[in-house]
């Protein structure tokens, strides 16, 4: 079977960016409020240590799938960090590859 790429957001002037350094400031003051370090973080949302520090700091995209489950985890609605219009590549949600 072909592959075929999983775009949840998808790179035109119309499609959904996420706005990353909102996401990356909320993702750190949620972790901060609840006094849980990288690891502890990690431990509880099965995202890796390295995967933290990046979007809280760089605010670097992600997978659909660590993108979901941070913002829940957040006890946040996954749209609120949805931007309408045109923005940069790094606003583009990060695509997997996935087989058919």
């Known amino acids: 079977m072909q ?6 957001f998808q790179k035109n002037s ?11 400031d909320d993702l750190r003051n949620a972790r901060a409020a609840r006094g849980l370090t990288y690891r502890q973080f990690g431990a509880l949302t099965g995202v890796t240590f390295s ?4 979007l809280e700091s760089s605010y670097l995209p992600c997978n659909a799938e660590t993108f979901m489950t941070l913002a829940v985890e957040m006890g946040r609605d996954p ?9 940069s590549a790094s606003g583009v949600l990060a695509q997997e590859t996935d087989a058919a």
């Open 79 to 87: 749209l609120a960090y949805a931007i309408r219009g045109n923005a």
């Open 3 to 8: 592959e075929r790429a999983s775009r949840p």
């Open 51 to 54: 995967t933290l520090a990046r």
């Open 14 to 24: 119309t499609s959904l960016q996420i706005d990353w350094k909102r996401f990356g």
